[in-house]
């Protein structure tokens, strides 16, 4: 008894996908785990060259007085932003809360560091990404998800110019 397929036009398989053997990527378990081993690997490097790094060059605390800008410069209800340059450039803003009231503080949100805003009409600091709002008298966090103050500088007016220097507490 011959052998008879039950359909007619049985599907050619290789009519429909022509491709060769040497073309086909074939792989293994084996070569899939010392793949993952090899990306894991390369991934812990990584994280300990950043580790090392930040032992090995810890950042500077801020030093002297660095100007900003003259006082007319920035209305009040007014901000600013600014940078002071170092080993690393930090992004700042300035506030202009009343007349001889200055604020400056790290223009990175403490959550997952968006650029923040000062909104006048509020008086408060805005982290636009997820809604956090700071005191634009303090840094200290109002609402939202970030987790800390925003680190802040003193600001110093003299001679109708503004300059900012690392923050002191008077409290502690």
């Not at 081993?37 to 930040?54: I, K, R």
């Not at 997820?130 to 680190?151: C, I, K, M, Y």
């Amino acid at each position: 008894m011959a052998y008879e397929p039950k359909e007619k036009n049985p599907p050619n398989w290789k009519g429909d996908f022509p491709i060769r053997q040497d073309e086909a990527t074939h792989v293994t378990r084996r070569e899939f785990a010392k793949f993952l081993c090899l990306l894991s690997g390369g991934l812990a490097l990584g994280n300990g060259y950043v580790v090392l790094s930040s032992f090995a060059y810890p950042d500077k605390e801020l030093e002297g007085e660095h100007l900003v800008c003259n006082t007319s410069e920035v209305p009040v209800g007014g901000m600013t932003m600014f940078a002071i340059k170092g080993t690393k450039e930090i992004p700042y803003i300035l506030i202009h809360l009343a007349e001889g009231e200055w604020r400056a503080f790290e223009q990175k949100c403490t959550h997952l560091s968006c650029a923040v805003v000062y909104r006048d009409e509020v008086k408060k600091i805005e982290c636009p990404c997820h809604n956090g709002w700071f005191s634009a008298d303090t840094g200290e966090v109002l609402q939202g998800p970030p987790p800390r103050a925003l680190p802040q500088l003193s600001v110093v007016v003299r001679n109708e110019k503004v300059y900012v220097t690392a923050f002191k507490d008077t409290i502690s």
